[in-house]
């Protein structure tokens, strides 16, 4: 699976679009990226996952880019409860094993 | 539903010492998992299981064995345990494959056991 590379953490305001970036320059035609966050310790909350095309949900967005070398994770109304790390992790879908690799990601700060 | 449910909590060990780390979910989920996270790292998978009676090593499986009889169980077994298995381990199970579209995707991770070998 291909290694992306996070900045270890970031700051955004309270109300404000936080915007957390993603690169994942050896990724392959059949990889997903997938977005984790883990609050304080607590076990890891899927958010959101795309191929190609951007993604919305009821957390955030995902935005692809054309290469798809890289993407960002869009909390567009950032609050307190925000605040934790965020893990991106590219992987293919395989026939056995569900297996995610996560790194140290991003601890995004969410400032009152 | 309660998702997955991890027991115990936390769990003080003396190197050496057995212990089983309990996974339980009653999603009806094919594949269950088993990561250790270290102080200020990601999670590092461990085992992993894609249904009754099949398992398979992660990226650290060192030390530990796991089994799955059951749908819904999926323990991991400390044999003899070390300081360098100090950590906090999750357990998570996802539906069915972890690639394409729909809730398939979705690990759901269980609270934690907070383990201290001394």
């Known amino acids: 699976d291909a290694k992306t590379t996070q900045p270890p953490s970031m700051d955004c305001a309270e109300g404000r679009a936080a915007n957390l970036p993603c690169n994942h320059s050896?990724?392959?035609?059949?990889?997903?990226v997938y977005w984790y966050r883990q609050i304080h310790s607590q076990g890891p909350q899927y958010i959101i996952h795309?191929?190609?095309n951007n993604e919305t949900n009821e957390m955030a967005s995902l935005i692809i880019t054309e290469d798809r070398k890289s993407s960002t994770l869009i909390l567009p109304h950032a609050t307190l409860r925000d605040t934790a790390v965020y893990y991106c992790i590219v992987r293919a879908p395989q026939r056995t094993g569900n297996q995610f690799y996560f790194g140290t990601g991003t601890s995004l700060t969410v400032i009152p | 539903n309660a998702g997955v449910t991890q027991t115990p909590k936390f769990q003080v060990l003396k190197t050496g010492q057995s212990m089983t780390l309990q996974c339980a979910q009653d999603m009806n989920h094919e594949y269950m998992s088993w990561y250790r996270q270290d102080p200020g790292m990601g999670l590092r998978l461990i085992h992993y299981?894609?249904?009754?009676?099949?398992?398979d090593q992660g990226e650290v499986p060192n030390g530990y064995n796991v089994s799955r009889s059951t749908t819904e169980d999926f323990p991991l077994r400390l044999l003899s345990a070390a300081p360098s298995q100090t950590s906090v381990y999750f357990c998570a199970s996802t539906r069915g494959l972890a690639g394409g579209k729909g809730s398939y995707n979705e690990q759901f991770f269980g609270p934690g056991t907070r383990l201290t070998v001394l």
């Open positions: 050896t990724i392959s035609g059949n990889e997903y």
């Open positions: 299981s894609v249904g009754a009676g099949i398992t």
């Open positions: 795309g191929l190609k």
